[in-house]
């Protein structure tokens, strides 16, 4: 008891252990530390933190926001928020994002007095630069540039009824023919993925877009 008289006596001692308790708080809170009333231990998300240098508040982020279903453009997102990156230098109109951002806009046509339909299919790179087509893929042997696969088919049976290759720089604007079966539209989908990046794929369902025309 004397002791501890004395700490709360003493200005700085008693300042020192407001700082401990504080910090040890706002390490419990972020996830980076268990604490009971015998002994304090880290958790992964601390043993991270104290590997790679990084603050709490980062790795607290990370742990909310990262699952096992979580793809790469979201994962890059997380990664490109954490605070350390602001230390590090960036030229002057330069990008951290090297990803393309592709905005698909779709919509159902009819031919042939209603006999026959197609699907209008526009995609817009909506970071575009100039001259920037070029995939961002730094273990490739050789130069590559951009490419998507566009697909069309039944995620329910397993049918597919249209495939095409495509590149592009800024926008594209094409077209695939639908399956003249008024049934087979129940499970038909629409697939964008990338033949250069993972995670990057986009589904469109053909039966809510009809809905929504």
């Known amino acids: 008891m004397e002791k501890l008289s004395f700490l709360f006596m ?13 910090t040890f708080e706002d390490l419990e809170d972020s996830g980076c530390i268990k604490m009971n009333e015998d002994n304090v231990e880290p958790t992964m998300l601390g043993s991270i933190a104290s590997q790679y240098y990084l603050g709490y ?15 790469l453009e979201v994962f890059l997102h997380i990664l490109s928020a954490a605070s350390e990156y602001n230390e590090l230098p960036v030229r002057h109109n ?18 042939d007095s209603g006999k026959s339909r197609s699907l209008d ?8 630069r100039q001259n920037k087509s070029r995939a961002f893929t730094p273990r490739f042997p050789k130069v590559k540039n951009e490419a998507w696969w566009l697909v069309l088919g039944n995620t329910s049976t397993w049918e597919l009824y249209a495939l095409k290759r495509v590149s592009f720089s800024d926008h ?5 023919e639908l399956p003249s079966a008024p049934n087979t539209l129940q499970g038909m989908k629409f697939t964008l993925i990338s033949d250069c990046y993972l995670g990057f794929e986009q589904e469109h369902s053909i039966s809510e877009l009809v809905q929504r025309q």
């Open 10 to 22: 003493n200005p700085k001692r008693a300042s020192i252990k407001r700082l401990v308790q504080n």
């Open 57 to 71: 508040m980062t790795v607290s982020m990370f742990g909310s926001n990262i699952g096992s279903d979580t793809s």
């Open 94 to 111: 330069e990008d951290l994002q090297p990803f393309p951002r592709i905005e698909v806009k779709l919509k159902l046509q009819q031919k």
């Open 121 to 128: 299919i526009r995609l817009v790179k909506t970071n575009f």
């Open 172 to 176: 594209l604007v094409t077209h695939m």
